[in-house]
């Protein structure tokens, strides 16, 4: 079973304390379907503009992508670009060009409208909803937001979290959109909004996820060598729900071991610049970097 | 087996978003001691003034606390005021007063030098290595230290550090000590100044442990109520050499045990301010709290 993930698909310019590239492929829809890509077949809906290269369209396609829902349309590719000081946790933006995606009105193909499976990527939860809306039964409904969507589009928002299963967002996020300081408090009042499952990201701090009444604590991979974050939370929900639609199984104990497995894929991604330390691995690695997870945390009982 | 402790005891006067004390017992050598009496005897070297509250001493008395090497002298006691806001992982420092710890020339009783496990509080690195000298035969010394003796006495510090075999400091002080933003590199450069383990403390985020080659992560007990952050730190510290001293076992798999138990009693140090949340524990609590960060951090393996 697959699954249909909405976002954007941008061409990014990045630079940080170990490097810079420019235009290179880069938004949430492309990281979460690149990163669900080694664990489950992935219906992307999306828009770019008629710059936007055939490379890029090529790369999605070796990782058996499927693209019949990303429109190209007259105009310009969104483009983001900012950089990271060597507190790598902190992204400053320095440039926003919504470009095609400001009139993006999500149609989905008659084909994806079966899928049971749902991703909402960061982007206007109203988009979200209508998204969502064209889903025939969905059985899994994730989403990710941000602040800027928590101060201008809260009611909006509100709307669309009624209809999602878990939330993935972070700290910050989580504070603000439950106006309250405290993590544990903010997380139980989430959860009456409607998700029944919030993952919290802390970058390398690692995931908290509040299940009904069970907490969950996987660390970050430490590591040596960080050249760029971007993407990282959206790879990171890309192999938690790729490890979730391959097994189909939601219940506590598998949704620890998809957060690992998503772990894992962030871990991979910000080893490099762009897609790089995600394109081409194979699940021999993937495995091997969860049985370090695995160690990194483990301890006996008393 | 017992621990020596050196440190500072002192009356904290501080405020947060949930209260505020004046005057309460604090100092490093007096949670550390607090903190590791649920495991192991403690013996304290520190020094009080003449104002020092008797009840504070009979407080102490009552977790068998070694304090025959507790001077009481002339002049005010050691005094600390500060303040924390709703981001209770950074404390406002508002006055110190050293008071008697000026001109504190910690000597050993007799009987405390044939002390095998030795915990060197954060205290002036001169002082940590004049009273390590005092001690015979130590088999196991951990040391703590902070950003003033980091910009102020490197070279005194870094002699002391070749003392040590395990280190306790945050993740700030661990980036600023190696000189080097990432902290898998400064553990490894810190790990080369003598210590055989590094212990970074991350505050609500948890402990990441570098020992030899082997990372080990720790959550922290995600906690409803956190009224007064003060003293975490050297809870911690007393938990885990505590529980290191009551099995003398200092193998890889018994520090990661024994992290998890310093991380159990610096959650409830801060459930309560002062000394308030580990001044009457039972050992059923702890056990029960162990358990929690077991469950709080279990996923199976593939």
Same mark, same amino acid.
């Not at 699954?3 to 990281?31: N, Q, R």
């Not at 992204?91 to 400001?102: D, I, K």
């Not at 909004?193 to 009444?213: H, Q």
């Given at each position: 079973?697959? @699954? ?8 990014? #310019? ?25 664990? #489950? ?35 310009? *590719? ?81 709307? *669309? !979290?009624?209809?999602?299963? @878990?939330?993935?967002? /972070? ?18 009042? @989430? ?43 959206? #790879? ?10 391959? *097994? ?5 104990? /598998? ?30 690695? @993937?495995? *091997? ?6 160690? !990194? ?6």
């Amino acid at each position: 079973m697959g @699954i249909l993930v909405v976002g954007s698909v941008a061409l990014d #310019t990045v630079k940080t304390p170990f490097g810079k590239v420019d235009e290179a492929l880069g938004g949430s829809a492309t990281y979460f379907s690149t990163g669900a890509s080694y664990f #489950t077949d992935v219906r992307v809906v999306a828009v770019v503009g008629q710059d936007f290269p055939e490379k890029h369209i090529n790369f999605l396609k070796t990782k058996r992508v499927d693209l019949s829902g990303l429109s190209r349309v007259p105009g310009k *590719t969104f483009r983001w670009e900012g950089f990271y000081d060597f507190d790598l946790n902190k992204a400053n933006t320095l440039r926003t060009e919504l470009n095609v995606f400001e009139t993006f009105k999500p149609e989905l193909p008659e084909q994806y409208r079966d899928s049971e499976i749902v991703f909402l990527a960061n982007i206007d939860p109203e988009l979200q909803k209508s998204v969502l809306g064209q889903v025939r039964n969905p059985r899994l409904v994730a989403a990710d937001t941000m602040n800027f969507w928590i101060e201008s589009k809260k009611p909006e928002l509100l709307e *669309t !979290l009624k209809l999602v299963d @878990i939330l993935t967002i /972070n700290d910050a996020e989580t504070r603000e959109l439950a106006g309250e300081p405290n993590l544990v408090k903010a997380a139980r009042k @989430i959860l009456s909004m409607g998700p029944k499952t919030l993952i919290v990201k802390r970058g390398e701090y690692g995931v908290l996820m509040f299940n009904g009444g069970s907490i969950f604590s996987a660390p970050a991979y430490p590591l040596e060598a960080v050249f760029d974050p971007t993407g990282a939370g959206d #790879t990171f929900a890309g192999g938690f729900m790729g490890y979730v639609a391959s *097994t189909m199984d939601w219940s506590d104990g /598998n949704l620890r071991k998809a957060l690992v497995m998503g772990s894992c894929m962030a871990s991979f991604a910000v080893e490099d610049f762009s897609l790089g330390g995600i394109s081409s691995l194979d699940y021999k690695e @993937i495995e *091997t970097r969860f049985r370090e997870f695995k160690k !990194l945390s483990h301890f006996e009982d008393l």
